[in-house]
């Protein structure tokens, strides 16, 4: 009888542990941290072979109720330059988020020319307005625009690598 109950303990035991080591290296090169650089409205934001400019939010006037509660527009002008020697292509730019708390918003509403943001030609400069509707109380609110992480995947894998998820947002 003891016997036995040592075998069935012994078993567990090795199940345990090789859970636990597969557990550990399926998890081994998670990033456990967050970096999230901070940029203020007109700084140049470099994304390795382009720069980002956000040059300015407007709120609209008029508001809209939907859904219970009162709508405003809200319009992101942007401006990036291809800083290589050849063509890239940054159209992924129109899915940046704004956000107000856990109020996230994303938008392909606007006026951008999407196939010169496919084919940014080299020293070339494209003018991004994106319109996001944002509930009329978070006008009043601290928000931030998250810059898409597949505009400068270089910069994040370099930052995942030493353990960190690296993002850009700027603080409207």
Do not use: H
Request: proline share 1%; with cysteine; aromatic share 10%.
């Amino acid at each position: 009888m003891n016997r036995k109950r040592f075998l069935v303990l012994l078993f567990v035991i090795v199940v345990v542990a090789a859970y636990s080591a597969r557990v550990y290296a399926v998890n081994k090169g998670v990033a456990k941290e967050y970096s999230i650089e901070s940029f203020a409205v007109g700084d140049e934001i470099s994304l390795g072979n382009a720069v980002l400019t956000v040059e300015d939010v407007r709120y609209g006037e008029e508001t809209e109720e939907k859904y219970d509660q009162e709508w405003i527009q809200c319009t992101v002008t942007m401006g990036l330059e291809n800083t290589s020697e050849e063509a890239i292509s940054k159209a992924k730019v129109i899915e940046t988020k704004l956000a107000y708390g856990r109020d996230v918003y994303q938008t392909n509403q606007g006026n951008f020319d999407i196939n010169a943001l496919l084919n940014i030609e080299p020293g070339k400069q494209e003018k991004i307005e994106l319109t996001y509707e944002v509930k009329a109380e978070d006008q009043q609110g601290q928000g931030k625009l998250y810059i898409v992480q597949d505009l400068y995947p270089e910069l994040v894998e370099k930052v995942y690598k030493q353990g960190k998820r690296y993002g850009i947002a700027v603080d409207l």
